[in-house]
């Protein structure tokens, strides 16, 4: 009979030692818990443990640091880090060393103990990886502690262990780009070029030559955005305004992996990573035909999605503050929001998503003398109209839903007589209200699904189901 298997614990915090050791004990594993990490080290030398799982900062010392060592003394032993710190740089560092997973605090229990049994049964020449180099340090592009993010934390540093292509996705405004510089700048190719290219921003009949590079009349050729990018990343913004015809041609290079300039014959090999964004829906521009299938599909390996602001209320403090921090920084006056200006930012709609709560930040800034930014101030500036907003008119916290509804519709049929092909409206629309409402109300009730169905009067297998279809994410088991 083979004996149960042991895990590792490792966390000043006793309360979270309890916790750990209680459920996983109740899961049928073995538990040794310290606070240190030269106890965790020392149980490692000695050969004890089947699993570790280890908190990053402890009184003596770093989980972090821990694990090119653990990894070196016993490379199959999996290691789960978690950590309060929950930002980017945290993930990828852990995922770069060698971790097998990282969760950050809170979690929910039935995911951490997921990310066990998976640990457990892994083979061992999953975790046989060489060490990658080390990350850029505390350089954060991406800000937020909303569970959502976490999951996007995850995927990135996951990503940068590997060249494969990426999409993503998400509404104007959310830091499309940004991801696309994280994958770059934490990524195995940031020794070499970060090239960005806007579809939209290209005359459609200059785009081939933008991207491949032109042969010209005179002798010489021009290069493409293709080889200024060599050894480094390629990031395809709007990739849903590419043209029919330059679309044919980036096929044949993701198959292929190799290109000829506009006019040219000579093969180019391309040395690439290739990163895609859009805010567009581009299964319904395939079924439009406005996009090929079988490019999306290329482009799609692995599909990254940016929540609207809407979508993550509770990282606004965070991004306000981190953006008044960037105005000091660069010569501004001193601010602070008080908490009503916090309560009036939480209950905006934000179409423009982050990049517009940055320029609201700048904007007040710039204008106001007072250092102390209250509720009246932002009301103010939120009340005025802006031009390049597709809603322009007034609105307040009190507005009928049903007139932002209409109004939100209103957007698509516009976008519908501009050329933009228009299907499964209503599908769509309802998804759009029903997912924040079911994500707020769960945020309110702290993941308590029985609540949640009380409140939004469902049953609670609907609400279930409604979940899982939105993938919205639940945290139950608060640590």
């Known amino acids: 009979m083979n004996p149960l298997p042991t895990i590792l614990v490792a966390d000043d915090d006793r309360s979270i030692r309890t916790v750990l050791g209680q459920a996983l004990g109740r899961a049928g594993y073995q538990v040794q818990s310290t606070p240190n990490a030269a106890t965790l080290w020392q149980w490692v030398e000695e050969g004890e443990g089947d699993l570790v799982i280890t908190d990053v900062i402890m009184p003596d010392g770093s989980g972090l640091d821990l694990i090119p060592r653990i990894r070196q003394a016993r490379p199959d032993l999996r290691i789960i880090v978690m950590s309060a710190q929950s930002n980017l740089t945290t993930a990828v560092k852990a995922t770069q060393r060698g971790a097998f997973e990282y969760l950050a605090k809170p979690f929910d229990l039935k995911e951490l103990l997921s990310v066990v049994g998976r640990a457990l049964a892994a083979p061992a020449q999953e975790q046989t990886k060489p060490a990658q180099p080390s990350a850029p340090e505390e350089r954060l592009p991406l800000i937020g502690q909303s569970t959502v993010m976490q999951g996007i934390y995850r995927s990135i540093a996951r990503l940068t262990t590997s060249d494969l292509t990426v999409m993503i996705t998400g509404e104007s405004g959310t830091g499309k780009e940004l991801v696309a510089h994280a994958l770059h700048e934490y990524g195995r190719r940031r020794i070499g070029p970060f090239v960005a290219v806007n579809m939209a921003a290209i005359p459609r009949d200059q785009i081939e030559a933008e991207l491949f590079g032109q042969e010209r009349t005179a002798g010489g050729r021009s290069p493409g955005k293709f080889e200024q990018a060599a050894g480094g990343s390629l990031f395809l913004d709007e990739i849903g305004d590419m043209p029919p015809e330059a679309q044919t041609r980036l096929l044949r290079v993701l198959q292929d992996g190799e290109f000829t300039t506009v006019g040219g014959r000579a093969p180019i090999r391309a040395d690439v990573r290739i990163v895609a964004a859009t805010h ?9 035909g406005a996009f090929r299938e079988d490019l999306y599909y290329r482009l799609n390996v692995v599909p990254v999605r940016l929540p609207p602001l809407r979508e993550r209320l509770e990282d606004i403090p965070l991004l306000a503050r981190h953006f008044l921090a960037q105005c ?4 501004g006056p001193f601010k602070v929001l008080d908490e009503t200006a916090i309560e009036r930012l939480q209950a905006w709609r934000w179409p423009g998503n982050v990049r517009e709560l940055e320029n609201l930040i700048r904007r007040i800034v710039a204008l106001y003398p007072q250092e102390r930014i209250g509720a009246e101030l932002i009301d103010a500036e939120l009340a005025e109209p802006q031009a390049n907003d597709l809603i322009a008119e007034k609105t307040t916290v009190e507005e009928p839903l049903c007139e932002s509804v209409s109004r939100h519709i209103m957007r698509y049929l516009i976008a519908g007589r501009e050329g933009m092909p228009l299907h499964d409206l209503y599908a ?10 079911i994500q707020m109300t769960l945020a309110e009730t702290r993941g308590n699904q029985i609540k949640a169905a009380t409140m939004l009067g469902l049953n609670r297998n609907t609400l279930r189901k409604k979940i899982r279809e939105l993938e919205i994410p639940v945290v139950r088991g608060v640590v």
């Not at 567009?280 to 439009?288: E, K, S, T």
Request: no cysteine; aromatic share 0%; net charge positive.
């Open 280 to 288: 567009r829906d581009l299964r319904q521009a395939i079924r439009a």
């Open 328 to 331: 000091r920084d660069a010569g």
């Open 428 to 437: 769509r629309v309802i998804a759009e209200v029903e997912r924040p409402l």
